[in-house]
């Protein structure tokens, strides 16, 4: 079976990115079959192994959480030079924020879609309300206090149809707030940059967009 891009792309940073829903959870998952970089240089490969410079850590750490997010690098570095412009404690918050606060990133925390790439689609098919409203792009910066739902004329199509069953074992970020019975969440607070900091290595990410 020949594996897509997204399947290469985790076998490439050496880990899983869940880039695929619930396909990442199972058997089928490439790095569960194939746990080693894709091409003539993976398992069994000849070529030398390098010592890794400190440029490409910076850049490994980037690019994976730059396909975590599934961000473009246009909108990525964007992100990264707007949080750097401020000052202090506050270059961190604006970047995890940056990320977090996407519509199509909060609609997989909430557990709406089984991945971001996911999410995506839902949004960009007319799925997805903002205090109500329909909002079509995935990238759209959503602040505290608006509410997220499902279009009122989507909630019995077939795109949500698990829809009790992700909820049911699907658990929300602490930021996030969610109202079961009217299957609505809302953005409570700033994401945690704690959380992201634990995960990630944020200051590579900063020192790479500031050389």
Not at 31 to 47: C, L, N, Q
Not at 49 to 73: A, C, G, I, N
Not at 118 to 134: E, F, L, N, W, Y
């Amino acid at each position: 079976m020949i594996q897509d891009s997204k399947c290469k792309t985790c076998r490439r940073q050496g880990e899983k990115l869940f880039l695929k829903g619930e396909r990442c959870y199972s058997q089928k998952c490439a790095m569960v079959r194939k746990p080693y970089a894709p091409g003539i240089h993976g398992k069994g490969g000849t070529k030398r192994r390098k010592e890794v410079s400190e440029f490409s850590r910076q850049l490994h750490e980037k690019q994976r959480v730059r396909f975590l997010y599934s961000v473009s690098e246009r909108q990525f570095s964007s992100y990264v030079l707007k949080a750097l412009a401020g000052h202090g404690g506050d270059v961190i918050q604006k970047f995890v924020s940056a990320l977090e606060l996407r519509l199509d990133n909060t609609v997989f925390r909430l557990g709406f879609a089984v991945s971001r790439s996911v999410a995506r689609q839902i949004i960009s098919h007319g799925h997805i309300t903002v205090d109500g409203k329909k909002v079509f792009v995935p990238s759209y910066r959503l602040s505290v206090g608006q509410r997220i739902g499902m279009a009122q004329s989507s909630a019995s199509k077939g795109v949500f149809k698990d829809i009790e069953l992700l909820l049911k074992k699907h658990e929300i970020s602490s930021w996030l707030s969610f109202v079961p019975e009217k299957h609505e969440g809302t953005v409570s607070s700033l994401p945690k940059v704690e959380d992201m900091v634990r995960l990630y290595d944020v200051k590579s990410i900063m020192e790479y967009y500031s050389r």
